[in-house]
């Protein structure tokens, strides 16, 4: 027997996110190089991004359900099994065509992460720390990205190229598996887990379902469209389709926002590692102050949003970036932004494990995801025009607003609600 198998398979989690982030912010950081390799403008790169944010849209609801089906052992084997193949063949890429459909199908492939995670979150972690184990897993995607700046560029220098950069991130999703596939199994059955952690667990699981306790909706069969007649549904869905976005404005166009700003990818290094630097600390204070007002008494619920709307004053702070011209306050001004992110992101991934039963929660997730996804592909085709014909302020304050909208959204639908007959137990 182990002690807190559950933050070992956190652990897991979080791993799997980084690993998932390293493949996709491959091409981000090399954008500059493959641009003038394949005389790409803004736009062309627009359309490779948006080729995987399609996939990965539409992906996370589909793959959301079916690892409702599968279980997140299986679901998420054969997710990372295939996105790294994906990736592991996109050397092969010859063009523009070329890397829009490799981009498409590692979408496909990487799209069932986040549902996945977030459900093994809601079957592993009592409702307390939910707050830090999502935290957990969803730091990997800043500490993946912030990786990626140091390890890509020196894989492009040593091995002389773009290719070897791909392939070499691409082998770390093998190893990944091999131990997933050995430490991972549900908590009712897990071989490992001790006596009182399993007592722990599945304690709380049942007090959070029992009538007039819990913090869920009785979906019965999990069905899209009961799921959607609840307003916490679109709560959940919309709270990370305005947020999102904003992410992956930063994650996919920062480096060339660098470049367009003057400054060289080389000598920029530890200045586009601050932001990341400044997600993962959001992630984990946005959890730890959730977790610490749930101890105090707090409905959970009500830490979430006030968590979520305090958070959303910070990403203000992507508008005076938007007139610096000096590297130091320009990136302390994105890092104070992505913390503030972060923070948002850790609550409304929260979300779906603290309102639904665990057999929906990865497929509201994956609507939230796909919803994420959706605003993500219209932003970023609008970030290649802009940037191309204007410049990057109006995209800075524009993305700077959005949370602010989401925080709204947030108050309105997720509230506490007593039984309505819709199916709708609690909200806590």
């Known amino acids: 027997m182990k002690k807190h198998v559950r933050w070992w398979i956190g652990g897991l989690l979080f791993a799997s996110t980084v690993i998932n982030y390293l493949d996709r912010q491959t091409l981000s950081v090399l954008a500059p190089y493959l641009k003038v390799d394949f005389h790409w403008s803004n736009r062309d790169f627009a359309l490779v991004v948006i080729s995987f944010r399609l996939a990965y849209a539409l992906g996370q609801t589909v793959l959301g359900r079916l690892v409702d089906r599968a279980g997140v052992r299986r679901g998420l084997t054969v997710a990372v099994t295939a996105y790294s193949l994906v990736a592991m063949l996109t050397p092969l890429a010859t063009g523009l065509r070329s890397f829009c459909a490799f981009r498409f199908l590692l979408g496909a492939g990487e799209a069932a992460n986040w549902p996945a995670a977030t459900k093994a979150v809601g079957q592993w972690f009592p409702r307390r720390e939910r707050g830090w184990a999502v935290a957990l897993f969803d730091s990997g995607s800043s500490f993946g990205a912030a990786i990626a700046v140091v390890l890509v560029p020196w894989m492009y220098r040593v091995f002389g190229g773009w290719r070897p950069a791909f392939a070499g991130v691409a082998a770390l999703g ?177 979300l779906p494990a603290d309102l639904f039963e665990n057999r929906a929660v990865a497929s509201v997730a994956g609507m939230a995801g796909t919803a994420a996804g959706l605003g993500a592909i219209g932003s970023t085709y609008a970030i290649g025009i802009v940037a191309d014909q204007f410049s990057f302020t109006p995209i800075l304050v524009t993305a700077s607003l959005m949370p602010l909208l989401a925080a709204l959204v947030v108050v309105v639908l997720v509230r506490n609600t007593d039984a309505s007959g819709r199916g709708v137990v609690k909200v806590v």
């Not at 984990?284 to 409905?299: D, M, T």
Request: glycine share 10%; aromatic share 14%; proline share 5%.
């Open 174 to 350: 093998f190893v990944w598996v091999l131990v997933w596939r050995r430490v991972y199994d549900e908590p009712e059955t897990h071989p490992r887990l001790s006596p009182d952690e399993r007592r722990l667990i599945l304690d709380d699981r049942a007090a959070e379902h029992a009538p007039g306790q819990g913090a869920t909706a009785n979906t019965g069969e999990v069905d899209w469209r009961r799921l959607l007649s609840f307003r916490q549904t679109w709560g959940a869905i919309l709270a990370r389709g305005l947020t999102d976005p904003v992410w992956y404005m930063i994650t996919d166009w920062f480096a060339i926002y660098l470049v367009t700003m003057g400054f060289r990818l080389e000598d920029t290094v530890a200045g586009f590692w601050l932001p990341f630097l400044g997600a993962d600390l959001g992630n984990f204070f946005g959890g730890g102050l959730s977790s610490a007002l749930i101890r105090r008494g707090w409905p959970v619920g009500r830490a979430r949003r006030a968590v979520f709307v305090g958070s959303a004053v910070g990403v203000l702070a992507l508008i005076p970036a938007a007139y610096m011209s000096a590297l130091a306050p320009l990136v302390a001004c994105f890092a104070v932004a992505t913390f503030s992110y972060a923070a948002m992101s850790t609550m409304a991934l929260s």
